[in-house]
């Protein structure tokens, strides 16, 4: 195939994702982020696009669409479940005196940390993928950090004494991307590191959201600093109520800073790291 005829076939390829991309974008408008008809035009799309990306991985059209398989198929879906959260966060402290959690948003909360795990598994497993197709060696060591391997014993990255995620290829997404040959040309090392490094800093995020969701065990909404179970009043002097004492229970950003960590380690001139606030 011609230089040219494939320029055009990338561009064709890029056209038909961006209708994808805003068939998608229109449909989460107007519906909850687990619909049914939106996880399927999500998926629709985040699998041609890493179609894209194995499989035209020095096009230069292909490499400017790198961030919309973060930006269109996890981001925006993060940002649909925190509006939902902020809204129904916003109803109960109206509809209740103290700042208990209703049904809604304990089921809320519920869906938004299922997704987030969902794409913890989906995004390590690319990463181990990018790692194995491109023979990105100098990344091995931030994988395994993150204890992020693969369930294959011959892999390089196995690890069988502890669990393993799934990779990338065990996701019906992947499965008509072309593999490319493992020779990388000159200057396509760094722009490939790179991309592994970013995809920690997003596994990073993933990780920072779970944590700030994540009330299980006394722990207080993120940016607060007690929970709704540590407000219980008691009889003091002349029978007048007091609030006990509250106990601050600290949040665990280990995982997020850990990912950030290897991410900064493996391209340090990377300057997407997310900062924990």
């Given at each position: 195939?011609?230089?040219?005829?494939?320029?055009?076939?990338?561009?064709?390829?890029?056209?038909?994702?961006?209708?994808?991309?805003?068939?998608?974008?229109?449909?989460?408008?107007?519906?909850?982020?687990?619909?049914?008809?939106?996880e399927?035009?999500?998926?629709?799309?985040?699998?041609?696009?890493?179609?894209?990306f194995?499989?035209?991985?020095?096009?230069?059209?292909?490499e400017?669409?790198?961030?919309?398989?973060?930006?269109?198929?996890?981001y925006?879906?993060?940002?649909?479940?925190?509006?939902?959260?902020a809204?129904?966060?916003?109803?109960?402290?109206?509809?209740s005196?103290?700042?208990?959690?209703?049904v809604?948003?304990?089921k809320?909360?519920?869906?938004?940390?299922?997704?987030?795990?969902?794409?913890?598994?989906?995004?390590?497993?690319?990463?181990?993928?990018?790692?194995?197709t491109?023979?990105?060696?100098?990344?091995?060591?931030?994988?395994?950090?993150?204890?992020?391997?693969?369930?294959?014993?011959?892999?390089?990255?196995?690890?069988?004494?502890?669990?393993?995620?799934?990779?990338?290829?065990?996701?019906?997404?992947?499965?008509?991307?072309?593999?490319?040959?493992?020779?990388?040309?000159?200057?396509?090392?760094?722009?490939?590191?790179?991309?592994?490094?970013?995809?920690?800093?997003?596994?990073?995020?993933?990780?920072?959201?779970?944590?700030?969701?994540?009330?299980?065990?006394?722990?207080?909404?993120?940016?607060?600093?007690?929970?709704?179970?540590?407000?219980?009043?008691?009889?003091?002097?002349?029978?007048?109520?007091?609030?006990?004492?509250?106990?601050?229970?600290?949040?665990?950003?280990?995982?997020?800073?850990?990912?950030?960590?290897?991410?900064?380690?493996?391209?340090?001139?990377?300057?997407?790291f997310?900062?924990?606030?």
């Amino acid at each position: 195939m011609s230089a040219p005829a494939k320029k055009d076939e990338v561009s064709s390829v890029l056209r038909d994702i961006k209708g994808l991309g805003l068939d998608f974008h229109k449909s989460l408008k107007s519906s909850v982020p687990w619909d049914r008809d939106v996880e399927f035009q999500r998926h629709n799309l985040r699998r041609r696009l890493v179609n894209v990306f194995f499989a035209y991985p020095f096009a230069p059209q292909a490499e400017a669409e790198e961030n919309k398989l973060w930006l269109d198929t996890t981001y925006a879906l993060i940002q649909a479940y925190r509006s939902r959260l902020a809204k129904q966060d916003a109803e109960d402290a109206k509809n209740s005196r103290l700042p208990q959690h209703s049904v809604q948003m304990r089921k809320l909360q519920n869906k938004f940390r299922a997704f987030l795990s969902a794409e913890e598994s989906f995004w390590s497993g690319f990463a181990l993928r990018l790692v194995r197709t491109f023979g990105l060696t100098e990344a091995k060591p931030a994988l395994l950090a993150l204890n992020i391997t693969s369930p294959d014993p011959s892999d390089p990255l196995a690890d069988v004494s502890r669990s393993s995620v799934p990779t990338i290829d065990d996701d019906p997404e992947s499965q008509n991307a072309v593999e490319p040959s493992t020779a990388l040309p000159p200057g396509q090392r760094d722009r490939k590191l790179d991309a592994v490094s970013k995809v920690l800093v997003h596994l990073g995020d993933l990780a920072r959201y779970r944590e700030q969701y994540n009330e299980v065990g006394g722990k207080p909404k993120a940016g607060q600093l007690k929970h709704s179970e540590d407000w219980k009043p008691r009889r003091g002097r002349g029978g007048k109520k007091e609030s006990s004492p509250i106990v601050t229970r600290e949040r665990d950003f280990t995982r997020a800073s850990e990912c950030y960590q290897q991410a900064r380690l493996l391209f340090p001139d990377n300057g997407s790291f997310s900062v924990l606030r």
